[in-house]
Nanobody, 129 residues
Framework: QLVESGGGLVQPGGSLRLSCAAS????????IGWFRQAPGKEREFVSSISWSGGYTSYSDSVKGRFTISRDNAKNTVYLQMNSLKREDTALYYC????????????????????????WGQGTQVTVSS
């Protein structure tokens, strides 16, 4: 099970740190992705990180503002979100790619939601004054 936390209400320009924790299994060998979905919009890719942490990827809309990281000792992946904008308001999901396929062997990570097979329930982020 993946559990997201850290969401909330924040003013524009503020910061939040989301956490994605696993229970019942280890995240050590899995790439992790963050995705978000705003009301009335399609789910979109935000960021992903390889199993080692050596590869990270970001959508253009968050590049330079968000930072993904992982602490395998704590079985947790983080998404540090700075300079938040109203358009960042969404339900944020983390997901694990447990296939141990090409992304595992190349130590990279997908930005396609269909490559991720374990999903959390989401945490709400609302950016508003």
């Amino acid at each position: 099970q993946l559990v997201e936390s850290g969401g909330g209400l924040v003013q524009p320009g503020g910061s939040l740190r989301l956490s994605c924790a696993a229970s019942g299994f280890t995240l050590d060998y899995f790439a992790i992705g963050w995705f978000r979905q705003a009301p009335g919009k399609e789910r979109e890719f935000v960021s992903s990180i390889s199993w080692s942490g050596g590869y990270t990827s970001y959508s253009d809309s968050v590049k330079g503002r968000f930072t993904i990281s992982r602490d395998n000792a704590k079985n947790t992946v983080y998404l540090q979100m700075n300079s938040l904008k109203r358009e960042d308001t969404a339900l944020y999901y983390c997901a694990a790619d447990t296939h141990l396929g090409s992304y595992y062997y190349s130590d990279s990570a997908s930005n396609d939601a269909t490559d991720f097979d374990y999903w959390g329930q989401g945490t709400q982020v609302t950016v508003s004054s």
